[in-house]
């Protein structure tokens, strides 16, 4: 089942979050606390969105974005969008992202907006699920500290 996020759901879904990025391709090293920091973050505005893909009382995924306007309208601008380890490659993130797409239609946004890393397996996921590389856009970054 795909239901909205709730405040309750953080320690589970930190342990999702920890499982799918200390895995290849990603291999990072995110505690508990630093994801459920970074989850909370993002799950904690009136403009936040999150979505848990939840089986038998577990979940195995989570979404979680924030609503924007931009010229051409709404968007839905995902920020972490995770599968556990596990669990990956058994069409639970497809279902997800047909189930965000509807809702987010539903609730106004014209389209849905990402990143991810250019030739890991997510950039064949998000192609595969209807996305489409920006020809003008390029992430950039600056750090702060020496």
């Known amino acids: 089942m795909i239901r909205k996020y709730e405040p309750r759901d953080l320690t ?39 979505f848990v893909y939840e089986q038998e ?3 195995l995924a989570l979404a979680a974005g924030r609503v ?10 995902i920020d972490e969008f995770c599968v556990s380890a596990e669990t990956q490659g058994k069409g639970i993130g497809s279902e997800m992202m047909q189930q965000i797409a509807a809702e987010m ?15 890991y397996p997510s950039e064949r996921f998000y192609l595969k699920n209807g996305f489409q590389r920006s020809p ?11």
């Not at 924007?68 to 601008?77: D, K, Q």
């Not at 239609?105 to 030739?119: D, F, N, P, Y």
């Open 12 to 50: 589970a879904c930190a342990a999702v979050f920890c499982s799918a990025f200390s895995a290849a391709p990603w291999n990072e090293s995110w505690t508990a606390s630093l994801a459920e920091t970074r989850i909370s973050e993002l799950t904690g505005t009136p403009f936040s969105r999150g």
């Open 57 to 59: 009382g577990k979940i």
């Open 68 to 77: 924007c306007t931009y010229l051409h309208g709404r968007e839905y601008v």
């Open 105 to 119: 239609q539903a609730e106004g946004c014209v389209s849905i907006v990402l990143q991810t890393t250019r030739g």
């Open 136 to 146: 003008d856009m390029i992430t950039m970054f600056r750090m702060l500290a020496d």
